[in-house]
Each structure stands twice: as structure tokens, then as C-alpha cells.
């Protein structure tokens, strides 16, 4: 019996590809974000379902993790977002990577790797148009393309940039960082250089900024079936993709007065229930929620008392009838909207699942 574990439905992300691909049209390029594991959920079997389902692209943080796609199984494009040091060259080019450049002594790199595997090595130029990240400065842009074009094994296959603040409606930053962006194009149209794919919106700007759309979009968080922002207007029905569940693994009452937990933070004001939950933040389950977080046991809501230890939790199931030592617990799931969970933490939900679900064993239902 596995106390704790994760579970990922896999037809909750074909729904939620299809939805994307619903409000972007047919001619936007859909690229599926799975870096960090796919969020938590598991790169391989979110970028299969995804692919299957309607995606066109891959991204990913760093060269390892493309190279885990690629030993997947996974042929279709990939997009490396992380600026990776000259050395990543020979990886990238013989994975098939498309790479992020910021940098000449990276892109020749790429250049004279390519050179020598006998193939062209095609690159993604990022744009700082507001995030103050990685990418090069506007006025930086020409010269770093008529550099690059004396690089014969070099293709500029994409240009892009990041939205610091797309989950504001009507934002006047993130409508500046747009403009900034057409202006490089248009800059760029009128110099005869074209750039086959741009690319700016992540999913917020998907939800919400069509203007934004371009030739590709980067959902991330949208694509596991979670909003960028709780409050925010929701334009289309997703459907979150993991849940995480524990067991009970302990019952009894104390006596009023009895402390709960190291640091002694809870006292029983009176005769309570107490259920030791055998998930901590050796496990990702952080210790934020000590006194503060709440699960559900037998469908009614049991708050957590004391400090969240390493590999256990305790909470209040005085008013739980019939509880018994493995009953399952919820943490987050249908009944317990991870967007709460977030927010008792003071977090996002990108923290939440990209934590608990690296780190808890992992199991998959809904797929073909």
C-alpha cells in the first residue's frame, strides 16, 4: 500500500490541449511547456499525450532535459528556453535541439558543432523586452543578426520574448513590452530579415492577450489544466490534471492541555482526535501549512495542527465519524482545489506541483 502518492489523469491534458488549440485556431503553432519534469507531472508522458493530442512543440529548461524527450521517443521539435555555456553544443546539436541564444561565443559554438556533425544547428533569439531575465536588449538585436548571419551553419529559426505581467487585463506594461516587440519585427520586415516563428505568449497572455499570439504559443500552466491566476477570467474550461493523496496512519484522543508537534505550537484546548498523516516536507509538503493548511478525510475537511514535520503531519478529526487508521486523504484534488491549497501557503499552484510532484511516486490514469 503506498501512503502517499501522486496521481496524474492523462485525458485531463488531452482536454486541455484541445482547448488551447480551440482558442489559438489552426495556423498558431501550439508548443507544449514541460520543463521541470512537465511541472511535476512527468515530461515523457505529458509531451507524448500533448504531441498525440494536438501539440506541435516541446519546451524545455536545459539540453538534459530535450535529451530525455528525445530518448523518450519524442521527435518533434524542442525548444531549449535555459542559456546553456558552449560545452551543451555538442548535446545539443546531436539531439536535434532548437537552443536559446543570447550570446556569440555560445552561437559559435553551435556553429562549429554543427560544422563538424555535418548539420545546421537552429537557434531561438531572446528578447529582454521587460522581464529583465535573460535576453538581449532591443537595440542589441540587429547587430546580434548580421553577426550571426556571417555563421554558416547557423539558422535563426525563431525569435522570442517573455511577459513579466500577463495575468493583469488591459495591462499597460505588458501592452508596452507587445509594442516593443512589433517594433523589432517591423524593424526587422523592413531590413528584408524574416523570422519563420515568433513567439511571445505564455499562458496568460494565451488566456487573454490574443494580440500576443504570433506564429507559436507557450502554454505552461494552462496545459496541466491550472489558471495563472485563481481570480483572473477564466475563457475556457480546464481541467486540473494531478491530485495528491495520503493515508491515515495513526488515531488516538489526547486529553485537554496536550501539545502537538515540535515547537509545541498547538495546545488542545480540549479532548481531540488526532490522525498523524505520514506526509511532511521531506516529502514537499511544506512546513508553511503547519497550523494553517487542511485536508480531507471521509469527504469532511481536517485542519492541520502543529508543525508540518519532516515525514508527518497531524490534524484536528474530532468531528470525523468513523475514521480509521488508512483511510485515504486528500491533499489536493477534486475536493480540495489546489488553487486553495496555493493560496493557504501564500504561493502558486506552478510551486505547488512542481514540488509534490517530482518528489512523491507518481501514477498515471487516462491514457491510451
Not at 176 to 200: C, D, M, P, T, Y
Amino acid at each position: 500500500m503506498e501512503m502517499n502518492r501522486v496521481v496524474v489523469d492523462l485525458s485531463a491534458i488531452s482536454h486541455n490541449v484541445f482547448e488551447i488549440r480551440r482558442l489559438i485556431g489552426p495556423n498558431c503553432l501550439l508548443m507544449a511547456v514541460v520543463k521541470s519534469d512537465g511541472y511535476g507531472h512527468g515530461a515523457a508522458a505529458i509531451a507524448k499525450t500533448s504531441i498525440k493530442s494536438g501539440a506541435d512543440w516541446l519546451g524545455v529548461s536545459e539540453p538534459q532535459e530535450g535529451e530525455a524527450l528525445r530518448r523518450a521517443g519524442l521527435n518533434s521539435p524542442i525548444l531549449v528556453f535555459g542559456l546553456v555555456p558552449p560545452q551543451e553544443a555538442e548535446r545539443i546539436i546531436e539531439c536535434g535541439l532548437r537552443q536559446t541564444v543570447t550570446d556569440m561565443g555560445t552561437l559559435r559554438a553551435l556553429n562549429e558543432e554543427a560544422h563538424r556533425q555535418g548539420k545546421r544547428a537552429y537557434v531561438h533569439l531572446k528578447i529582454d523586452t521587460g522581464m529583465g531575465r535573460i535576453g538581449l536588449r532591443p537595440e542589441q538585436v540587429i547587430p546580434f543578426i548580421l553577426e550571426a548571419e556571417n555563421l554558416g551553419n547557423i539558422v535563426l529559426e525563431g525569435m522570442y520574448s517573455h511577459l513579466a505581467s500577463a495575468d493583469t487585463e488591459n495591462d499597460e506594461y505588458t501592452l508596452r513590452q507587445i509594442r516593443v516587440f512589433n517594433g523589432l519585427l517591423a524593424e526587422l520586415r523592413l531590413r528584408g530579415k524574416l523570422i519563420k516563428i515568433s513567439h511571445l505568449a505564455n499562458s496568460a497572455a494565451t488566456l487573454q492577450y490574443p494580440q500576443a499570439f504570433y506564429d507559436l504559443v507557450r502554454p505552461g500552466i494552462m496545459l496541466y489544466g491550472l489558471y495563472p491566476e485563481v481570480e483572473r477570467s477564466r475563457s475556457i474550461n480546464l481541467r486540473p490534471a494531478m491530485s495528491l493523496w495520503s493515508r491515515v496512519s495513526h488515531i488516538k484522543t489526547v486529553p485537554p492541555g496536550t501539545s502537538i508537534g515540535y515547537e509545541r505550537r498547538f495546545i488542545a484546548p480540549k479532548a481531540t482526535k488526532v490522525a498523524t498523516i505520514p506526509l511532511g516536507y521531506g516529502n514537499g509538503y511544506s512546513r508553511l501549512f503547519s497550523n494553517r493548511g487542511r485536508v480531507r478525510i471521509r469527504g469532511q475537511i481536517a485542519p492541520i495542527i502543529g508543525n508540518v514535520c519532516m515525514n508527518a503531519f497531524m490534524v484536528d478529526v474530532s468531528a470525523i465519524d468513523g475514521i480509521q487508521a488508512w483511510d485515504e486523504v486528500e491533499i489536493f484534488g477534486p475536493q480540495m482545489p489546489i488553487h486553495d491549497v496555493a493560496r493557504t501557503k501564500g504561493t502558486i499552484v506552478q510551486e505547488i506541483v512542481s514540488i509534490l510532484g517530482r518528489i512523491n511516486p507518481r501514477y498515471y490514469v487516462g491514457g491510451s
